[in-house]
């Protein structure tokens, strides 16, 4: 027991070495020595973005109008801004969000810094908070918000999303809210959110869970609690991970190139409760006889992954195959959780199948 503590000591402060090669830019916008002091790490996103004036396309750029709003948060806070990325997030990637997370233990390790605010795109933006959730060791408030339209538009939602997020992690909320995701007012778990709707305002939800809380005026209404944490290390390499979604009429030869090319697991999206047509399943056995993981989510949104029907497919012969079950953590998440869990872990199939069975 004593080994592996030192071992994991070891793993986190080696990362952190990693961490302080890196260098990014770093701004203090304002000095009030009575109010606290937030990070404001930027990764990019809409909530970074512009509009080109000739071809109208929401465009990457410099930061110049992300820090104009920054500077009307002052009456909140003073902000450490850290420019970390300037990327859409349709360009993310689990080693990118490794090194955000190292970055933010390494910043809230100052006694004189309260919490972050990470401004991300909206696209990877759910995965990105469960992948920090799941590897942040501080117990600072963590928030990640964006907005759906760029700074130049008269009605962007960008500016009231930051503000929210700053009046978020200033007011006292509970600690064990871990990483969560704020826009428009609501507040979600890292675990729980999605993206429901590509361009609304009223993008992030949580399903059946619900909001953790909301933000109005400068105050923060709680209405949820989290109940279950998971915390990984940070792996040197990530496992190979594949989703295939299953639709009527599949067959098994996508399932069958993707266990060809030698992945450690392929997540299944399966139809309903868990239940895969004959010629899938056999795409399935294909997989498991080359000793790859295989993980059950389903592609409904909403209601847990059980292995209740025995035709061939069905999930219960999925589990007697050897498939394990995502009981509600849908594809995107789960491989984010077996992303950390089979680096540390291997493909022990019981203590996997127990990370994803939690609520």
Do not use: C
Not at 80 to 104: A, C, H, R, Y
Not at 298 to 307: E, L, R, T
Not at 327 to 337: G, N
């Amino acid at each position: 027991m004593l080994i592996k503590k030192v071992f994991y000591l070891l793993l986190f402060f080696s990362s952190m070495n990693l961490y302080s090669q890196e260098k990014y830019k770093e701004k203090m916008i304002g000095n009030n020595p009575a109010l606290p002091t937030i990070a404001f790490v930027i990764t990019g996103g809409t909530v970074a973005e512009t509009q080109n004036p000739k071809t109208k396309a929401s465009v990457l750029g410099p930061l110049d109008t992300l820090i104009k709003n920054l500077q009307l948060l002052t009456d909140l806070a003073n902000i450490k801004m850290i420019e970390f990325s300037n990327i859409d997030s349709s360009q993310m990637t689990p080693e990118i969000w490794g090194k955000l997370s190292l970055m933010v233990d390494k910043v809230l390790m100052d006694d004189n810094i309260t919490a972050a605010v990470i401004s991300h795109g909206t696209d990877t933006m759910a995965q990105g908070a469960y992948f920090l959730d799941l590897t942040l060791k501080t117990k600072k408030p963590v928030v990640f918000t964006g907005s759906m339209l760029n700074l130049s538009d008269y009605y962007s939602d960008g500016p009231f999303n930051l503000r929210n997020a700053v009046i978020q992690v200033i007011n006292k909320t509970p600690e064990n809210w871990g990483v969560t995701v704020t826009l428009n007012g609501y507040i979600n778990a890292a675990k729980e959110v999605i993206k429901t709707n590509t361009i609304n305002f009223q993008t992030f939800e949580s399903g059946q869970k619900g909001y953790l809380g909301y933000v109005f005026g400068n105050k923060v209404y709680a209405l949820n609690d989290v109940i279950y944490h998971n915390k990984f290390p940070i792996p040197k390499k990530f496992p190979k991970i594949y989703i295939f979604q299953d639709f009527a009429g599949a067959k098994d030869d996508v399932l069958k190139f993707m266990a060809n090319q030698n992945p450690d697991a392929i997540i299944v999206e399966a139809l309903g409760a868990g239940n895969v047509s004959q010629e899938v399943y056999q795409g399935v056995k294909y997989a498991l006889d080359k000793n790859i993981l295989i993980v059950i989510t389903s592609i409904v949104p909403k209601g847990g992954v059980f292995p209740v029907y025995g035709d061939i497919g069905g999930g219960s012969v999925l589990y007697e195959a050897g498939a394990i079950f995502s009981r509600y953590l849908r594809a995107d998440k789960a491989r984010i959780l077996l992303l950390l869990a089979i680096a540390q872990f291997g493909k022990d199939k019981e203590k996997l199948a127990n990370f994803l069975s939690m609520q």
